[in-house]
């Protein structure tokens, strides 16, 4: 005889795992999010969490999002009242003490298209936005072709290109010859 799992204890093991995962003994990931529901902010994810969203989750102390670019300075602001927020060429990085997430908001403008097509997903135990699959597989190529990132992430980047072709070999004519041969 089986045992069946409701919906509801799925997403709380998921988030009750991902929790104990990241450390977050603060709350942070409730608290970021919570910041982005006050102030209106227009979001969606990208990235790894983004792949799980499709494709079988793996493990990751990231969270990627792209926030609308006039909503940027403002969340920054607010942002840095409550955590730790460092800005950089192409990204904005939010941390808090108290927990081993590390939170990335995109502000390469390639990235601000995908709000326009994000629909709501379970990623972690929570509905969020999420960039739609065609996108989170273009922002993979991006970072996967990127010279500057360093070689383990780029082999990141592959692993989650191949797992969202996995799931949808339909969009594989969107990945470029040079990385399809890599995935072999």
């Given amino acids: 005889m089986g045992v069946r799992l409701e919906r509801g ?33 227009h979001y969606c994810l990208v990235g790894g969490q983004a792949v799980n969203a499709y494709a079988e989750p793996v493990v990751s102390l990231g969270l990627d999002v ?6 940027l300075k403002a969340l920054e602001a607010a942002l840095a009242q409550r955590f730790v927020v460092e800005r950089f060429e192409h990204c904005i990085n939010v941390s808090a003490p108290g927990s081993d997430l590390r939170v990335q908001i995109q502000t390469d403008p390639r990235y601000f298209a995908f709000l326009d097509h994000a629909t709501p997903r379970e990623v972690l135990g929570l509905t969020v936005p999420v960039a739609r699959l065609e996108d989170v597989l273009q922002g993979k190529i991006w970072a996967a ?21 996995e799931v949808a070999p339909e969009v594989r004519d969107r990945v470029p010859a040079e990385l399809l041969a890599r995935l072999i």
Avoid: C, H, N, Y
């Fill in 145 to 165: 072709l990127d010279p500057t990132r360093r070689p383990s992430k780029r082999q990141k980047d592959l692993a989650d290109i191949a797992r969202l072709l």
């Fill in 9 to 41: 204890a799925i997403t709380m093991k998921a988030r009750a795992f991902w929790k104990a995962v990241t450390m977050d003994r603060e709350e942070f990931l409730d608290q970021f999010l919570g910041v982005l529901r006050a102030g209106g902010v």
């Fill in 66 to 71: 792209v926030v609308a670019a006039d909503q």
